[in-house]
């Protein structure tokens, strides 16, 4: 079962902040998080293990809602860098780990 | 630390060719290691994954196939590529988070 991404696509200035969204209809054990820029592969941004789990690096944080099936990117004062589709992965923890990804959310972030 | 490669970058091949596509990992032991599919400007589309050494498993039916002959080797094949097989086929291995190759961008004609 593909998680729900929202928005699907966002344009943001510099300095603006931004939220990604990411839900599913099941129960999950974890959700990740990836950055793919234009042309390359998706690079790896976080993993989020245990519900109420909140990570983060430098302005990029997440949480983790286990209750509620959700979990959220926080993008704060955005530089042009973070220009790219972000994909959530989930995890149901079956047997093996098999991370299933939604449809991605474009962001741009404009001068 | 871990690496993982694709080869080839790139591939332009016609309809109706055979198709091989290898990824290796190094500096891990046992890994999961995963095929998936990006159609431009899609998502990814989980092809094949394998927890060890000849244990594959196919996620979509199509007339590709998966062969994990070492533990650290996995092959992506199609004996005759449809022109719907074009995308960026990446593979991927992971501990618990999964880290992706760079790719190989495959054009059918």
């Known amino acids: 079962q593909q998680p729900v991404q929202s928005p699907q696509a966002v344009i943001l200035r510099e300095g603006e902040d931004a939220v990604i969204n990411c839900s599913s209809s099941k129960a999950l054990y974890s959700v990740h998080w990836y950055r793919q820029k234009h042309g390359e592969a998706p690079v790896f941004l976080m993993i989020?293990?245990?519900?109420?789990e909140q990570k983060g690096h430098e302005k990029i944080s997440a949480s983790f809602n286990e209750k509620k099936q959700q979990s959220s990117l926080y993008l704060t004062a955005s530089q042009l860098s973070y220009s790219g589709t972000y994909f959530c992965g989930t995890d149901r923890k079956t047997s093996y780990d098999k991370v299933i990804f939604g449809p991605g959310t474009s962001l741009s972030v404009i001068p | 630390s871990q690496t993982i490669h694709q080869w080839p970058a790139t591939l332009v091949q016609p309809v109706g060719s055979p198709l091989s596509l290898e990824c290796t990992v190094e500096g891990t032991s046992n890994p999961n290691l995963y095929w998936y599919r990006q159609a431009a400007g899609r998502g990814l589309q989980l092809l094949f994954y394998s927890v060890g050494i000849g244990q594959i498993s196919s996620e979509v039916p199509q007339n590709l196939s998966a062969s994990r002959p070492q533990d650290r080797q996995f092959i992506l094949s199609s004996k005759k590529l449809l022109l719907s097989d074009s995308g960026f086929y990446l593979c991927a291995w992971s501990v618990n988070e999964q880290y992706f190759g760079p790719g190989t961008r495959l054009t059918v004609t």
């Open positions: 989020l293990l245990k519900g109420g």
